[in-house]
Nanobody, 118 residues
């Protein structure tokens, strides 16, 4: 399975972005998926995860409801809607897949850079 993240870019604080993750090579419709991020000089951290059906989601506490994860398993796609972005959200965002609760994914995509200017 290959995961391809896209949708990153430069946005002003308070703005929004939608990240997408496309899976190819094999269906991931039955596999939990999620997002991680790595800010400059920091460790990679968990952001959000969604189970295979979309009925269960999990977020890191620090987001305060600003991000929403979703997926379209029929299209092998996953999304992260990011609202009210803050400069501290600046990071490379990675999509990943693996076992729930998705803290140690075994499938990783390349990252997409999100830069939030103040």
């Amino acid at each position: 399975v290959q995961l391809q993240a896209s949708g990153g870019g430069l946005v002003q604080a308070g703005g929004s972005l939608m990240l997408s993750c496309a899976a190819s090579g094999r269906s991931v419709s039955r596999i939990p998926m999620g997002w991680f991020r790595q800010a400059p000089g920091q460790d990679r951290e968990f952001v959000a995860a969604i189970n295979w059906s979309g009925s269960n989601t999990d977020y890191t506490d620090s987001l305060s409801g600003r991000f929403t994860i979703s997926r379209d398993s029929a299209k092998n796609m996953m999304y992260l809607r990011m609202n009210k972005l803050k400069p501290e959200d600046t990071a490379v965002y990675y999509c990943a897949a693996g076992n729930w609760p998705l803290r140690s994914p075994h499938i990783w995509g390349q990252g997409t850079l999100v830069t939030v200017s103040s």
